[in-house]
């Protein structure tokens, strides 16, 4: 069973930034394009970054410019630096393959408030 852990969370000020975290448990994830989802209140859980498996990223209209995926196949760790973080930004942070077919974690909470 693949266990996905994501981390980093937490209250920050509009304007901050953050580093997530997520871990998982799988034997190898190089050969898998990852993405960070997100949901906020309310919201559906939608897909804001992905990067391939030559490090190569996408993302939503959104966060791109703030945001920037990354990964270590070593550590088998994929972090997004959030970057002059809005209001509506505010949301519950996920990890997960491309198509999202692994079991979700916990997901860590993000939320930009003043």
């Known amino acids: 069973q693949v266990l996905l852990v994501e981390s980093g969370g937490g209250l920050v000020q509009p304007g901050g930034s953050l580093n997530l975290s997520c871990w998982v448990n799988k034997t190898t994830i190089s050969i898998y394009y990852m993405g960070w989802y997100r949901q906020g209140p309310g919201e559906q859980r939608e897909l804001i970054?992905?990067?391939?498996?030559?490090?190569?990223?996408?993302?939503?209209?959104s966060v791109k410019d703030r945001f920037t995926i990354s990964r270590s196949n070593a550590e088998k760790t994929i972090t997004l630096q959030m970057n002059n973080l809005k209001p509506e930004d505010t949301a519950v942070y996920y990890c997960n393959r491309n198509g999202a077919s692994w079991p979700w974690g916990q997901g860590t909470q993000v939320t930009v408030s003043s």
């Open 49 to 61: 970054a992905l990067i391939n498996t030559s490090g190569g990223a996408s993302y939503a209209r």
